[in-house]
């Protein structure tokens, strides 16, 4: 029997890439805040997937800790080399963004070949055989989400 397969709008892959943010925010938060305090282990996580992801700040506060910490960023960027799970969510994104640009009209080859190349030379891009569908990055997407410690890692609400 075969079963008709959905093709994921726009709006359900940029669902997936936030579900993929919030997973490498929540696994590298968890890592950072045993060895910082959790308003930086925060900025860190944040600053960190950010860059992986080609997403901008959201703040000027954001931006200045980036300025700030340039360095100690890049260093746990390379340090990932080894994390092959957000490696290769990381490729997976990329490669999604293109996509959902793609289907939008506002495709940008050069912005995007910048994202790729980036992360290339970084060391955090993953070749592979077969580049996802939609659909099967969005079901990776929210398996990654739903496995990271995210709930543990949010800072409390100082409200």
Known sequence: MNRKQI???SDDL???EKQVFAGIFGRLYARYVVQYEP????FLSLAVARILLSMPGENEQARIFMEQNQDRIRQEILALKDETEIRRMVTD???MKVVALHRAGGYDAESV???IDRVRTLGIYLEGNQP???G???RTASKFFSSSPISPAIPR???
């Open 7 to 9: 093709i994921p709008s």
């Open 14 to 16: 940029l669902r997936a």
């Open 39 to 42: 308003d930086y282990a925060s």
């Open 93 to 95: 994104t990329l490669i």
């Open 113 to 115: 070949g910048e994202s």
């Open 132 to 134: 996802p569908t939609p």
């Open 136 to 138: 099967s990055f969005v």
């Open 157 to 159: 609400w100082k409200g």
